[in-house]
Each structure stands twice: as C-alpha cells, then as structure tokens.
C-alpha cells in the first residue's frame, strides 16, 4: 500500500464519522507495533492538507518490561515532526508479579487504556486515535459473540465521559494486508512486544480462524465488515444518519 493510499483510506473514515475539528489536540497510541506506526504516518501527513487543524503527540505507555528500546521511534517522530512522550508505568509488574493474572490481557489493556488517556489529558489533548483496522473490528465483533453473546465491536468514535477524552479509529477502512504492505514498504522501525503473552490470546485464536474462514470463502472479510457498518451498532452511524 502506497502512501496516498492510505491517505485515502483514513481520511475517508475520519469525513464519515466526522473524526476531528479545527483546533483538535490528537495523542496517537504507539506500541510500536506495525498499526500504530502506520497511523502516525497518516496523521503526520494528513496535517499538511487536510482542510481541519489539528495538531498531535505521539504517546507510548512503557509497562515497565525489560529491553524496550524505544530509540528508533523517537528518530521516527523527529522525523515526522510530531512530540514524543513515554509513559513509564509498572503495569507489567502489577498484572504478571501482584495479580499472577491467568488472563492478564483484559486488565492490562484498561490499565493501558487508563494511562494513556490521563496523560493525553495531561499535555492537552481532547482525543486519543487508536491503531485499529478493518480486521481489528471484525475480530472484535466475533470475540463479543463467542465470549458475550453480542453482536457488538468498538465504535469509530467514542467520548468517554469519566476523562472527557475523544476516543477516534481512522484506520478502521484499512485491511491488515494493507497495514503489513505500508509495513515493508516503508520499512517502518517495529519495536517487538516484550509481554510474555503476546500471541497467546483469544483475540490471536479469532485472528487465525477469521483468516481461515476468508480462505476458504474469498471476500466474506469484508462482507462481514459491511455487516458490522449497517448492523446498527449505537456509535456506526455514518454522519448521523443510520
């Protein structure tokens, strides 16, 4: 995926759902990982053109693991002329050493979630773009069914009331495929992920059956994403208008 590509894609999602204002202050969430990198890649540049300013941070919620050597992000934020901040936490030691947490994913992505937005607040910010694609809600939908018993996935844009924080996903038009193309293409400087439970999870089980059922059945991704996008899910209405 070509650079103006994904242009394309993240300013589509960001008119349909009326992602950001004139004057947003926007923290982008950085893993490290492939999908976070590539939404600040879209951002960064979506700043010079897009008809509404804003301005961003990149954001990194360090757990507190052991060689996390975050120094080619930091080259990559001076590079594309956006603010970096780590957030040094002891989650890690407080859901693998404290808790002995036997599922620890659930906890540590709220306690994830928590610092980052409190730090958002912090430096000024009223939104929080997170790194989820097309495949991130579709895996989403299908754990909400076979562990909740709900048609359900996160919306495109949610305001939490607690931290008065906007929370926006404008990678939700962009296939993983895609994501891992911009990846290669752009040799983006991936940071491996030190938690012990990393591809160990539910979500990586519904990863790999999602990915076999699209085998199997060419183009059923997208057509359960179209699903999820006129299911009537409170928060996917396009414009206002469901």
């Not at 990198?37 to 990194?60: D, I, M, N, Q, V």
Request: charged share 25%; glycine share 8%.
């Amino acid at each position: 995926m070509k650079l103006q590509q994904l242009y394309s894609y993240v300013r589509q999602a960001i008119d349909d759902y009326q992602m950001i204002a004139d004057g947003d202050q926007i923290a982008v969430g950085i893993s490290g990982g492939k999908d976070s990198l590539t939404l600040l890649y879209a951002l960064s540049g979506l700043r010079r053109f897009y008809p509404k300013k804003f301005e961003l941070a990149a954001l990194t919620v360090d757990l507190g693991f052991d060689h996390y050597d975050l120094s080619e992000i930091r080259q990559l934020c001076k590079t594309l002329d956006v603010e970096y901040h780590v957030i040094k936490t002891k989650i890690g030691e407080i859901v693998f050493e404290e808790r002995k947490e036997s599922s620890p994913c659930a906890l540590c992505a709220k306690m994830r979630k928590g610092a980052l937005n409190d730090y958002a607040r912090q430096i000024g910010c009223n939104k929080v773009a997170y790194a989820h694609h097309m495949d991130d809600i579709i895996e989403t939908m299908f754990l909400s069914m076979f562990y909740e018993g709900q048609f359900y996935s996160f919306a495109p844009v949610t305001h939490l009331d607690r931290s008065g924080i906007t929370v926006i996903r404008p990678l939700m038009y962009v296939p993983e495929a895609n994501v891992i193309g911009f990846l290669h293409k752009y040799h983006l400087p991936l940071v491996k992920n030190p938690c012990p439970a990393d591809g160990e999870t539910k979500r990586e089980y519904v990863k790999q059956l999602v990915r076999q059922i699209n085998l199997e059945n060419p183009g059923v991704k997208k057509r359960i994403f179209h699903a999820i996008c006129t299911g009537r899910i409170e928060g996917w209405n396009i414009n206002g208008k469901q």
